[in-house]
Nanobody
């Protein structure tokens, strides 16, 4: 089994930056793709970004393209978030297959 632990959330003003981390442990050799999702209050969970474990191919939601960057260093996946907007406020989760982390809160004030 794989375990995922997110960190790095917080409160930031609009236009600011944050970097989220997702540390994977356990059977990490079984990971094919790692993704970030987010869920705002009263809304459904939505896809943000993903990275192929081998090769590093990435893809992004249109709403974050050009502002967010997903990357991987060994067994940790990062989400660098720049030019943050109030609508980016959400709980951010990392995911692989049917495994989810506990989530980390990101709040962007206007």
């Amino acid at each position: 089994q794989v375990q995922l632990v997110e960190s790095g959330g917080g409160l930031v003003q609009a236009g600011g930056s944050l970097r989220l981390s997702c540390a994977a442990s356990g059977r990490t050799f079984t990971i094919y793709t790692m993704g970030w999702f987010r869920q705002a209050p009263g809304k459904e969970r939505e896809f943000v970004a993903a990275i192929r474990w081998s090769g590093g191919t990435t893809n992004y939601a249109d709403s974050v393209k050009g502002r967010f960057t997903i990357s991987r260093d060994n067994t940790t996946v990062y989400l660098q978030m720049n030019t943050l907007k109030p609508e980016d406020t959400a709980v951010y989760y990392c995911n692989t297959r049917d495994i989810w982390g506990q989530g980390t809160q990101v709040t962007v004030s206007s």
